[in-house]
């Protein structure tokens, strides 16, 4: 590992507090040092207070901030003689450490301290650095894991025993340091949870912490320990969907709420699910116990969502100990599911939960793999982990996360990359679905980069390649809930006596044709989305109301209209519902630009605002009024809903 030191980068960054955002930032940029929140950093500044006085602060990583992009807003200021002298303290609560971390802070609005915020307090240095290196972690989870780390560290570093994180870890540390400590001592390793490194400059901290890190990181490459193999594993060509979500489906119904599940399939990931001993070094507990909360102790094997369920509700009583306080056992689904077919798929509440699980995971088969080349991979007792899982400052985190409408369900919507389509997804995700867009424009893969979004360029009059896109969706979200059948054409204007069989025929192939074979493609999926699955059609005015000149464009929706009303009748026993929305004069949808908006007014005598308002309310409807209520037939309120048609068109006289 190399120091990423520079110092002309440092120089844009003056002051202690300056100099230690910068290093903070060098070590987030390492995912192997910092993921998810695996470390935090501090720095002691002595300042004057409002009395004119000097007062030594800790600025402390806050909670909520990661290291590579944090700010000095990240930072808590906590008076240090007080965490100094609750350091000496025979024992305090967790919930009591938190109130004197938030009540000795010199700034209202800095965000909670770090709950390590005591164990940087007590170390003598002005710099403390402090990550879950993954390197350490692995030699400190094998059976000589304390021998190894003496061999390798020697009196360079204070070891300390395994102490769950809090109050007690933080007078351990401060008892061993102030026996162990020698001239030589830079560092600090923390059995099975990470290292410290300190210094009196933020380079020199920081250094040290890598140089730490790359004697671990040698010893494992001298003990053929580092290198994994290389894997040539192939993922599986036959469609996986329906597998997909019937699992997706039972891990829903075991979790008590729709999970998204994404599969991944990368060598690495399916030459880890396809070990002969997958069953043993898969199953021992998470690499760290602070990885817990997201990926569950062990991994699911398989598909047995109600064994796994079963094993999670033993290790929930035996672990639970009767002298405490009652703990509502959490959810028992599982978040990581190795199958020899689908690789490493991870769940969440919502695609970046899914995200960061695999991100946790991903580390954790390197973990396992290189401890087990080192002679085995050996976990902390399962109370141990038990203990951070059911921490009541865990706890509270989690019972804090807000969760929006959509949270956990997927949708898909056709002709996603403008006008009323575009306008779909933007209203999906911000009830917080997973959504996937198709669109024939290449735009769309690019219309967002969030975890929660995939564009796929698809030909929707193309059977193979609605199968694929399906297929995409399964795999990297996890099935189906909602469906947006939107892409059409609205060809020029053209009389019968003049309509050509060609012309007839395209127009039929997009408008009717193409939403017949996504229905019936999608429909094994829905079938199996875990609150019912929902297809809204982005009808027209002119199926109730039709205009001459529009024969092939009034004659499409009224068939797509006939098509979904009997959909409604066909899939009502699936749980499936299926509402259509009339709009009618859109004009913020790119077909409508201001030269062709004026001519059509002209041509009717208006002003372009008055043709606009053209419609009883007179009122604008825009392609957002249009993604707004076609979301909500897929909520709650169409909960009871199908086969609705609904106006969305400010009121028009021939169709009222
Ligand atoms: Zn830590």
């Known amino acids: 590992m190399n120091s990423l030191w520079s110092d002309s980068e440092a120089e844009a960054f003056p002051g202690d507090l300056g100099q230690r955002i910068y290093t903070s930032r060098l070590l987030g940029r390492e995912k192997s040092l910092v993921l998810h929140g695996g470390g935090n950093t501090s720095v002691k500044v002595t300042e004057k207070n409002l009395l004119g006085e000097d007062e030594t602060r800790l600025y402390v990583k806050g909670s909520g901030w990661d290291l590579e992009h944090i700010e000095a807003a990240g930072f808590s200021p906590v008076r240090i003689d007080r965490l100094l002298k609750l350091a000496k303290l025979k ?36 710099y403390v650095d402090h990550t879950h290196a993954d390197a350490v972690i692995t030699i400190t989870n094998t059976a000589d894991g304390l021998t190894r780390i003496r061999e390798i560290y020697g009196d360079n570093v204070v070891i300390v025993p395994y102490v769950m994180p809090g109050f007690d870890l933080a007078r351990r ?38 140089d730490l890190v790359t004697w671990a990181e040698n010893y494992l490459a001298k003990q053929k320990a580092w290198v994994l193999p290389e894997s040539s594993e192939k993922p599986q060509a036959k469609p996986l969907r329906r597998e997909l979500a019937a699992l997706r489906r039972d891990l829903s119904v075991t979790a008590g709420f729709p999970v998204i599940l994404a599969a991944h399939d990368d060598p690495a990931s399916l030459a880890f699910a396809r070990r002969d001993d997958v069953a043993i070094i898969s199953q021992q507990g998470p690499a760290t116990p602070d990885h817990v909360i997201r990926t569950k102790r062990v991994p699911m094997i398989g598909r047995d969502s109600k064994a796994y369920a079963k094993a999670y509700k033993k290790y929930f009583d035996e672990n639970l100990p009767k002298s405490t306080e009652p703990k509502t056992m959490l959810d028992p689904s599982p978040r990581v599911i190795l199958d020899r077919e689908f690789g490493v798929a991870t769940a969440g509440r919502s695609a970046k939960d899914a995200a960061i699980v695999f991100d946790i995971y991903a580390h954790t088969m390197e973990i396992l793999q290189r401890a087990t080349l080192l002679g085995g991979y ?97 795999r990297t979200f996890g099935g189906l809930d909602m469906l947006i059948l939107n892409a059409g054409m609205f060809p020029p204007g053209c009389r019968i006596d003049a309509l050509g069989t060609a012309e007839w025929g395209k127009v039929m192939r997009l408008n009717l044709d193409a939403n017949l074979m996504l229905m019936r493609e999608a429909h094994p999926l829905l079938k199996l989305a875990p609150n019912g699955g929902c297809v809204v059609v982005i009808g027209s005015k002119n199926v109730p109301a039709p205009g001459p000149g529009a024969a092939a464009y009034s004659a499409s929706k009224a068939a797509l209209n006939q098509l979904a009303r009997v959909a409604a009748l066909e899939w009502g026993a699936d749980n499936i519902r299926i509402n259509s929305l009339h709009p009618n004069a859109v004009f913020d949808t790119g077909i409508w630009t201001e030269e062709v908006l004026q001519t059509r007014a002209k041509h009717y005598g208006l002003t372009v605002e008055e043709y606009k308002r053209r419609n009883v309310l007179k009122t604008e409807v825009t392609s957002r009024d249009v993604a707004e209520l076609a979301a909500e037939m897929c909520g709650p309120l169409f909960a009871k809903t199908t086969a609705a048609q609904v106006p969305v068109d400010g009121g028009n006289e021939r169709v009222i």
């Open 173 to 210: 540390c401060a008892e061993q340091f102030a026996t162990d400590v020698r001239k030589n001592t830079i560092g600090m390793v923390l059995m099975n949870h990470g290292i410290f490194s300190f210094g009196k400059t933020a380079q020199e901290s920081y250094e040290r912490m890598i």
């Open 91 to 126: 024992q305090l609560s967790d919930p009591q450490m938190v109130n004197e971390l938030r009540t000795q802070m010199t700034l209202a609005s800095a965000p909670t301290p770090s709950v390590e915020a005591i164990l940087h307090a007590i170390l003598p240095y002005q």
């Open 378 to 474: 050996k976990a902390l007792p399962a109370k141990d982990i038990f203990d951070v899982e059911y921490w009541d400052l865990e706890q509270a985190k989690l019972k804090g996360a807000g969760k929006p409408p959509f949270a956990g369900e997927i949708a898909l919507v056709t002709g996603a990359a403008s006008g009323i389509g575009k306008a779909c997804v933007d209203s999906l995700l911000a009830r917080g679905a997973a959504v996937v867009g198709l669109d024939i424009n290449a735009s769309i893969s690019s219309l967002y980069n969030r975890p929660d979004y995939l564009g796929l360029v698809c030909d929707v009059t193309d059977e193979k390649q609605l199968a694929e896109a399906l297929e995409k969706t399964a």
